[in-house]
Protein backbone atom coordinates (compact mmCIF):
# COMPACT_ATOMS: atom_id res chain seq x y z
CA UNK A 1 0.00 0.00 0.00
CA UNK A 2 1.89 3.22 -1.13
CA UNK A 3 1.90 5.63 1.93
CA UNK A 4 1.62 9.52 1.44
CA UNK A 5 3.62 11.05 -1.44
CA UNK A 6 5.21 14.56 -1.32
CA UNK A 7 6.63 15.86 -4.37
CA UNK A 8 8.83 17.37 -4.86
CA UNK A 9 11.33 16.27 -1.91
CA UNK A 10 13.43 19.49 -2.56
CA UNK A 11 13.25 22.82 -3.59
CA UNK A 12 15.65 26.07 -3.81
CA UNK A 13 13.54 29.52 -4.06
CA UNK A 14 14.31 32.86 -4.46
CA UNK A 15 12.89 35.84 -2.27
CA UNK A 16 9.67 36.82 -3.60
CA UNK A 17 8.64 34.03 -5.46
CA UNK A 18 6.04 31.69 -5.03
CA UNK A 19 5.83 27.89 -4.34
CA UNK A 20 3.57 24.75 -5.21
CA UNK A 21 4.22 22.04 -3.02
CA UNK A 22 1.97 18.32 -3.76
CA UNK A 23 0.67 15.99 -1.59
CA UNK A 24 -0.83 12.26 -2.41
CA UNK A 25 -2.74 10.93 0.31
CA UNK A 26 -2.63 7.05 0.88
CA UNK A 27 -5.56 5.53 -1.02
CA UNK A 28 -9.02 5.95 0.31
CA UNK A 29 -7.81 8.88 2.58
CA UNK A 30 -9.92 12.08 2.33
CA UNK A 31 -8.64 14.17 4.91
CA UNK A 32 -5.59 16.25 4.49
CA UNK A 33 -3.28 18.43 6.55
CA UNK A 34 -0.14 20.23 5.89
CA UNK A 35 2.67 20.73 8.73
CA UNK A 36 5.70 23.15 8.80
CA UNK A 37 7.91 22.09 10.47
CA UNK A 38 11.46 24.26 11.54
CA UNK A 39 14.65 24.41 14.05
CA UNK A 40 13.32 27.39 15.38
CA UNK A 41 9.68 26.97 15.91
CA UNK A 42 9.28 22.64 15.70
CA UNK A 43 5.72 21.86 13.94
CA UNK A 44 3.27 23.86 13.61
CA UNK A 45 -0.28 23.45 12.29
CA UNK A 46 -0.79 24.96 8.59
CA UNK A 47 -4.45 23.68 7.61
CA UNK A 48 -6.03 20.80 6.98
CA UNK A 49 -8.73 19.91 3.94
CA UNK A 50 -11.42 17.35 3.94
CA UNK A 51 -13.22 16.09 0.43
CA UNK A 52 -12.03 19.19 -1.05
CA UNK A 53 -12.75 21.46 2.06
CA UNK A 54 -11.13 23.67 4.09
CA UNK A 55 -12.30 22.81 7.45
CA UNK A 56 -9.25 24.08 9.85
CA UNK A 57 -6.36 26.11 9.97
CA UNK A 58 -3.48 27.31 11.72
CA UNK A 59 -1.91 30.80 12.37
CA UNK A 60 -0.10 31.32 9.50
CA UNK A 61 -0.20 34.47 7.16
CA UNK A 62 -2.90 34.55 4.02
CA UNK A 63 0.45 33.98 2.00
CA UNK A 64 0.05 30.43 2.95
CA UNK A 65 -2.74 28.74 1.06
CA UNK A 66 -3.84 25.32 0.41
CA UNK A 67 -6.17 23.48 -2.07
CA UNK A 68 -8.25 19.70 -2.27
CA UNK A 69 -8.72 17.93 -5.16
CA UNK A 70 -12.03 16.10 -5.72
CA UNK A 71 -9.46 13.14 -5.64
CA UNK A 72 -7.84 13.93 -2.27
CA UNK A 73 -4.71 15.06 -3.85
CA UNK A 74 -3.59 18.35 -2.41
CA UNK A 75 -1.64 20.93 -2.83
CA UNK A 76 -0.46 24.13 -0.66
CA UNK A 77 1.00 27.50 -2.33
CA UNK A 78 3.26 29.96 -0.68
CA UNK A 79 3.38 33.36 -2.42
CA UNK A 80 5.63 36.63 -2.10
CA UNK A 81 8.99 34.12 -0.48
CA UNK A 82 10.22 34.88 2.59
CA UNK A 83 13.88 33.50 4.04
CA UNK A 84 11.37 32.32 7.37
CA UNK A 85 9.99 30.32 4.90
CA UNK A 86 12.65 27.88 4.56
CA UNK A 87 11.67 24.87 6.03
CA UNK A 88 10.44 21.02 5.89
CA UNK A 89 6.73 20.96 4.81
CA UNK A 90 5.09 18.08 5.42
CA UNK A 91 1.52 16.69 4.62
CA UNK A 92 -0.08 13.80 6.61
CA UNK A 93 -3.41 12.41 5.40
CA UNK A 94 -6.46 10.25 7.26
CA UNK A 95 -9.29 8.49 6.33
CA UNK A 96 -12.08 10.83 8.24
CA UNK A 97 -9.41 13.10 10.04
CA UNK A 98 -9.92 11.96 13.59
CA UNK A 99 -7.21 13.35 15.25
CA UNK A 100 -4.88 9.73 15.82
CA UNK A 101 -5.08 8.80 12.76
CA UNK A 102 -2.75 10.77 10.41
CA UNK A 103 0.49 9.15 8.11
CA UNK A 104 2.97 11.81 7.96
CA UNK A 105 4.82 12.01 4.36
CA UNK A 106 8.50 12.54 4.20
CA UNK A 107 7.87 16.03 3.68
CA UNK A 108 9.23 18.52 0.86
CA UNK A 109 12.00 20.41 1.93
CA UNK A 110 12.20 24.11 0.68
CA UNK A 111 15.26 26.57 0.76
CA UNK A 112 14.63 30.33 0.71
CA UNK A 113 17.59 32.05 -1.01
CA UNK B 1 15.54 39.55 14.53
CA UNK B 2 17.06 36.26 14.68
CA UNK B 3 15.57 33.34 15.72
CA UNK B 4 16.36 30.90 18.19
CA UNK B 5 16.47 27.58 17.51
CA UNK B 6 14.97 25.09 19.69
CA UNK B 7 17.23 23.16 21.89
CA UNK B 8 15.55 19.91 21.94
CA UNK B 9 16.27 17.56 25.40
CA UNK B 10 18.21 14.77 24.58
CA UNK B 11 18.37 11.68 25.90
CA UNK B 12 20.89 8.91 25.93
CA UNK B 13 20.95 5.45 26.75
CA UNK B 14 22.55 1.79 26.00
CA UNK B 15 21.22 -0.73 24.21
CA UNK B 16 18.75 -3.12 26.03
CA UNK B 17 17.84 -0.06 28.77
CA UNK B 18 14.48 1.24 29.37
CA UNK B 19 13.96 4.90 27.81
CA UNK B 20 11.09 7.13 28.90
CA UNK B 21 10.78 10.18 27.45
CA UNK B 22 8.48 12.31 29.09
CA UNK B 23 5.90 15.43 27.58
CA UNK B 24 4.01 18.24 29.25
CA UNK B 25 1.17 19.20 27.34
CA UNK B 26 -0.78 22.27 27.19
CA UNK B 27 -4.54 21.81 26.49
CA UNK B 28 -6.70 20.24 29.07
CA UNK B 29 -9.74 19.79 26.61
CA UNK B 30 -7.44 17.73 24.12
CA UNK B 31 -8.69 14.66 23.82
CA UNK B 32 -5.93 12.09 21.68
CA UNK B 33 -2.04 11.75 22.35
CA UNK B 34 -0.12 10.51 19.88
CA UNK B 35 3.75 9.75 20.34
CA UNK B 36 5.67 10.32 17.08
CA UNK B 37 9.00 8.97 15.66
CA UNK B 38 11.08 10.88 13.87
CA UNK B 39 14.10 9.49 11.82
CA UNK B 40 16.48 11.94 9.84
CA UNK B 41 14.93 12.54 6.49
CA UNK B 42 11.69 11.28 7.02
CA UNK B 43 8.45 12.43 7.83
CA UNK B 44 7.22 11.62 11.85
CA UNK B 45 5.66 7.84 12.29
CA UNK B 46 3.27 6.91 14.26
CA UNK B 47 4.02 4.57 17.40
CA UNK B 48 1.18 4.56 19.63
CA UNK B 49 -1.63 7.06 21.41
CA UNK B 50 -3.88 7.54 24.03
CA UNK B 51 -7.52 8.89 24.62
CA UNK B 52 -7.64 11.37 27.11
CA UNK B 53 -10.49 8.74 29.18
CA UNK B 54 -7.43 6.32 29.59
CA UNK B 55 -4.36 6.41 31.84
CA UNK B 56 -1.95 3.45 30.67
CA UNK B 57 -1.75 2.17 27.09
CA UNK B 58 0.27 -0.47 25.76
CA UNK B 59 2.22 -1.70 22.04
CA UNK B 60 5.18 -3.59 21.50
CA UNK B 61 7.72 -2.23 23.36
CA UNK B 62 6.03 0.91 24.08
CA UNK B 63 4.10 2.03 26.70
CA UNK B 64 2.29 5.35 27.16
CA UNK B 65 1.14 6.69 30.73
CA UNK B 66 -0.90 9.71 30.61
CA UNK B 67 -1.50 12.04 34.02
CA UNK B 68 -4.12 14.23 33.37
CA UNK B 69 -3.70 15.47 36.50
CA UNK B 70 -0.36 17.10 35.51
CA UNK B 71 -0.74 17.57 32.11
CA UNK B 72 1.94 15.16 31.96
CA UNK B 73 2.55 12.23 29.17
CA UNK B 74 5.32 9.55 28.91
CA UNK B 75 6.24 7.42 26.29
CA UNK B 76 8.55 4.34 28.28
CA UNK B 77 10.75 1.95 25.18
CA UNK B 78 11.25 -1.46 26.66
CA UNK B 79 14.69 -2.81 25.84
CA UNK B 80 15.76 0.33 23.26
CA UNK B 81 17.71 -0.76 20.02
CA UNK B 82 20.25 1.44 17.91
CA UNK B 83 16.94 1.54 15.66
CA UNK B 84 15.09 3.48 18.18
CA UNK B 85 17.38 6.34 17.95
CA UNK B 86 15.55 9.53 16.77
CA UNK B 87 13.47 12.62 17.67
CA UNK B 88 10.53 11.55 19.46
CA UNK B 89 7.52 13.71 19.58
CA UNK B 90 4.26 14.06 21.58
CA UNK B 91 0.93 16.10 20.20
CA UNK B 92 -2.30 16.46 20.84
CA UNK B 93 -5.47 16.75 19.38
CA UNK B 94 -9.08 18.22 21.06
CA UNK B 95 -11.29 15.71 19.53
CA UNK B 96 -14.42 16.93 18.02
CA UNK B 97 -13.66 20.00 15.40
CA UNK B 98 -10.71 20.31 15.82
CA UNK B 99 -9.69 18.07 12.43
CA UNK B 100 -6.35 17.37 11.29
CA UNK B 101 -4.95 19.85 14.13
CA UNK B 102 -2.28 18.43 16.13
CA UNK B 103 0.13 20.24 18.36
CA UNK B 104 3.74 19.48 18.62
CA UNK B 105 5.90 19.30 21.76
CA UNK B 106 9.45 20.35 20.55
CA UNK B 107 10.81 16.70 20.72
CA UNK B 108 13.13 14.76 22.34
CA UNK B 109 16.53 13.25 20.96
CA UNK B 110 17.57 10.10 21.68
CA UNK B 111 20.43 7.92 21.23
CA UNK B 112 20.91 4.58 21.68
CA UNK B 113 24.52 3.73 21.93
CA UNK B 114 25.76 0.16 21.34
Known amino acids: KAGVTQTPRYLIKTRGQQVTLSCSPISGHRSVSWYQQTPGQGLQFLFEYFSETQRNKGNFPGRFSGRQFSNSRSEMNVSTLELGDSALYLCASSLVGQGNSYTFGSGTRLTVV | ?114
Request: hydrophobic fraction near 30%.
Open chain 2, 1 to 114: GESVGLHLPTLSVQEGDNSIINCAYSNSASDYFIWYKQESGKGPQFIIDIRSNMDKRQGQRVTVLLNKTVKHLSLQIAATQPGDSAVYFCAENAGGTSYGKLTFGQGTILTVHP
